[in-house]
């Protein structure tokens, strides 16, 4: 048979013997054909490519992470992903299931793209419960039995009520666990499992839940594996620490790279493949890097056709300049050659096609200086609980402050402090929640965003009344986004008109925009390693330790509210 392209003379990477070899592979239609050292004879195939002594791998696979985080859409994604590599991703899109339900999911697997884009259902649409967020939108067991049949579904996305997982056999995310074993019995199931050990993990894992991509630690890698969970390694679980654990131990096997969450900006910049640099920088063989952003992942979601470079297998492949730096020369999917290096980032041929109604989605009313003064009993200072976040992820601490009291109100624009408030906005409650945040804002002024894990209510936190309510105002004129306020005047704005979390503009041009919010941020004085993550998890009530919803600020682990003031309700 006349293959359809030849790459010659490529250092090939042999997914079973973990080496590269010398080898020439030949593709007919989508697919890899035949793998040779022999000689190429002339009419073997209709093209042939040399690949000048380049290493040739599979394509890179991420199979747990979420498009909405980079705010942009499917089409537009898979353009700017292919450049990094990436030829499949599993998306787990339960963001906009947060906010438009199964009409949300729907648009978003009716999305054109280049690369493979698969689906685990969200099972977590609230994260936790009704009575303890508000969303738009709600996944029960009946979605998720209509989510069963559909030909992209081969996962069930991160379960993440904690409480409803280990303490509750007839809660909502159980009744699921339930549904998917009985009508999909191999069907991978994804956890959120973050500082869970002893009695607790074994309980998480004797509900199904087999795969963790949370922040690991040395001796969370250990008793997890060695207990039998996939352990999914995104950013900020890859340090040295951490991969002389999986190297010192041969952990291979039970680990994938991932990325989970990529902000736009700097998917500009890297996705996957930045990952796995830092795996073989934080000392992981570069072989096995491959490995596990290839073939790991590929069986883990059960795929039979991808993952390797393997008669048989999708042609889905890159050729690196050099293994070691993972410098990413060209790209093919499906056979075609779909980036060379250098090449800029397309723009899909089709714009993103969202219903008109997407775009209309914050049902909220603006915020008053009257909302923001809290009038209190005590008559020097009262006693607040405060979020304080940390320079490094994601987890929060819980901690209380003495505020001065000035004629009966409380004096928080002096105290050091930056209020938060979180809007419902779907038009259901017209709930409003406050809260104080210790390490966020050493300036006056204010951030706000519609882009709040996961129930994506508005939320805005600042040091000054007139920041606060300027802020919100700005974010309801353009219909969500990140907007930063300083003395009275915007400094950086990010507009995500559909749903609140998505823009269908380039993604250079997006990217930009939040890079100036990230930059606004820092300017007023907050300080983490992702300012963007850290502001937005602020409000997710299933990531340690203190957070806050609509309902107000609560412990993830009891679920039990906590007052903004020690003995008095707002």
Known sequence: MKADLAIVNAQVFNTFSKRFEKKNVFIVNDKIYHITADEIDDGQAAAVVDAKNQYLIPGLMDIHMHIESSMTSPSIFSEAVLTHGVTTVVADAHEIANVFGMEGLKA????????????????SVPSTTPELETTGGFIGVEEVKQLLQHPKVIALGEAMNFNGIVNEPDSLIRQILRAVQTERPLMPLEGHVPRVSGLELSKFLYAGITADHTHQSPESIYEKITNGMFLEFQKKSITPENIRVVVENHFYEYMAIITDDVMADDLLKGHLDANVRLAIFSGM?????????????????????????????KAD?????????????????????EYTKGDDIKYPAVKPDFPEHFYHSLNCRALTAEDLRFKVKVSEKAVVNVIKISE????????QQEVRVVDGFLDWENSGL??????ERYGKTGDIAYGFVDKALYGKGAVATTWAHDHHNLMVMGTSLEDIIAAQKQLLDMQGGYVVVQGGEVQAVCPLPVGGIISDAPIQELGAQLMEVRQAMSKLGYRNSNEIMSFSTLSL??????????KGMMNVRSQMMIPLVEGEQF
């Open 108 to 123: 978003f697997f009716s999305q054109p793209s280049v690369m493979d884009i698969f689906y685990a259902i969200p099972s």
């Open 285 to 313: 063989p570069a072989e096995q890097a491959i490995y596990c952003a290839t073939y790991t992942p590929a069986r883990r979601m059960g795929f039979q056709d991808r993952g390797a470079i393997v008669p048989g297998f």
């Open 317 to 337: 492949f890159l050729l690196l300049n050099d293994v070691e730096s993972f410098e990413i020369r060209a790209v093919y999917k499906d056979g075609k050659l």
């Open 392 to 399: 490094v992820g994601t987890f929060t601490e819980h901690v």
């Open 418 to 423: 930056a209020l938060i408030v979180v809007m």
């Open 541 to 550: 009530p299933v990531s340690p330790v203190i957070k806050i919803t609509d």
